[in-house]
C-alpha cells in the first residue's frame, strides 16, 4: 500500500519534493538529471527514469505526483472503464495526451492522466465530451495499458507522426531555453563564451536536431524501397545529411 505524504506549503520542483519526502538521495536524483538531460525523448520525465533506474517505486511515484499536482489518485480500474465514458474522448486525441476517460459519475466525466493537463488540455477534454471533466493521476503503466485495451495500437504511420511532433515541440522549448540564456547573458552585458550553461544547451539542440532527422528519415523512407533524399539543410558545425540511410547510417549519432 502507498504511503500518505503531507501536500507542501510553497513551490518545488518534483525532484525536491521526493528528496523531502525521503524517497531519493541527492546523488540518485542527480543520476536521473544527469539521464533526463541527455535524453531525446521529450516524455521522458524524471520520475519515470528514477523508476526505471529503480530509485522508486511505481506506487511511491504515483503518490508523490499526486502531491505535485494537487491531484486525485485514481482509485478506480482502468482496465475496466464505462463504454460510455469512453465514447467521449476520439482514441487519437487521447492518446496524444495520454488522457483515459474512465467513468461518468454525476454528470462529471473522470479521466486518468499520468501528469497534469495543461488548462487548455482540459478545456478541449470537456468540449469533445460536453461533460465537466475531473482528471485524476495513476501510473503511466496503467494509463497506457488502458489505453492499448480500450482504443487499441495507434497505426504505426500515425505513431511516427506523433514522434515526430513530439521531438519538434522538443526542439522548441529547448530553442526557448537558449534564448533566455542568451537574453539574460545580454541583459548583463556577459559573455557566454565559456559558459557551461551555454555548451549543455547548445549540446542538447544537436542532440534534438539529430532526433528530428532521425524521425524524418522514418517517415520519408519506405522499408522495400531505397531511401529518397531528405533535403535538410546542414546546422552549423554539423553532418550535412542529404542522402537519406546512408547517411544517417554515417552521420547521425
Same mark, same amino acid.
Not at 61 to 77: I, K, N
Not at 142 to 154: I, S, T
Not at 190 to 215: F, I, N, Y
Not at 224 to 243: I, K, N, T
Given at each position: ?6 501536500? /507542501?506549503? =510553497? ?6 519534493? %521526493?528528496?523531502?519526502?525521503? /524517497? ?8 536521473? *538529471?544527469? !539521464? !533526463? ?13 528514477? +523508476? ?26 482502468? *482496465? ?15 492518446? =496524444?495526451?495520454?488522457? *483515459? ?7 462529471? &466525466? ?6 497534469? &493537463? ?7 477534454? !470537456?468540449? $469533445?465530451?460536453? *461533460? ?14 488502458? $489505453? %492499448? ?14 514522434? $515526430? ?7 522548441? @522549448?529547448?530553442?526557448?531555453? &537558449? ?19 551555454? =555548451?549543455?544547451?547548445?549540446?542538447? $539542440?544537436?542532440?534534438?536536431? @539529430? ?5 524524418? #528519415? ?12 531528405? =533535403? ?8 550535412? +545529411? ?10 547521425? #549519432?
Amino acid at each position: 500500500m502507498a504511503r500518505e505524504y503531507p501536500s /507542501l506549503s =510553497r513551490p518545488k520542483s518534483f525532484g525536491d519534493r %521526493l528528496l523531502e519526502a525521503g /524517497l531519493i538521495t541527492r546523488t540518485q536524483l542527480d543520476a536521473a *538529471l544527469d !539521464q !533526463q538531460e541527455t535524453s531525446t525523448e521529450r516524455r521522458h520525465r524524471l520520475g519515470r527514469i528514477l +523508476v526505471e533506474l529503480g530509485f522508486l517505486t511505481e506506487a511511491d511515484l504515483t503518490q508523490m505526483l499526486s502531491v505535485h499536482f494537487g491531484l486525485p489518485v485514481a482509485r478506480f480500474s482502468l *482496465l475496466e472503464a464505462d463504454a460510455r465514458a469512453l465514447q467521449c474522448i476520439p482514441a487519437g486525441v487521447a492518446r =496524444r495526451y495520454r488522457a *483515459l476517460p474512465c467513468r461518468i459519475v454525476e454528470g462529471v &466525466l473522470m479521466v486518468a492522466v499520468a501528469e497534469a &493537463l495543461a488548462p487548455a488540455v482540459v478545456h478541449e477534454l !470537456q468540449v $469533445l465530451s460536453g *461533460l465537466p471533466t475531473l482528471t485524476y493521476v495513476a501510473s503511466e503503466a496503467d494509463v497506457e495499458a488502458g $489505453l %492499448l485495451k480500450h482504443y487499441g495500437p495507434p497505426s504505426t504511420y500515425m505513431s511516427q507522426l506523433r514522434n $515526430l511532433v513530439d521531438t519538434l515541440d522538443q526542439l522548441a @522549448d529547448h530553442r526557448e531555453q &537558449l534564448a533566455g540564456l542568451v537574453a539574460e547573458a545580454e541583459r548583463e552585458t556577459r559573455d557566454l563564451e565559456d559558459d557551461d550553461r551555454l =555548451r549543455r544547451a547548445l549540446e542538447q $539542440l544537436c542532440r534534438d536536431s @539529430d532526433a528530428v532527422v532521425r524521425a524524418l #528519415t522514418v517517415i520519408t523512407t519506405s522499408p522495400q524501397e531505397p531511401s529518397p533524399p531528405l =533535403r535538410l539543410a546542414a546546422l552549423p558545425g554539423r553532418p550535412d +545529411v542529404r542522402d537519406g540511410v546512408k547517411d544517417r547510417d554515417s552521420h547521425v #549519432t
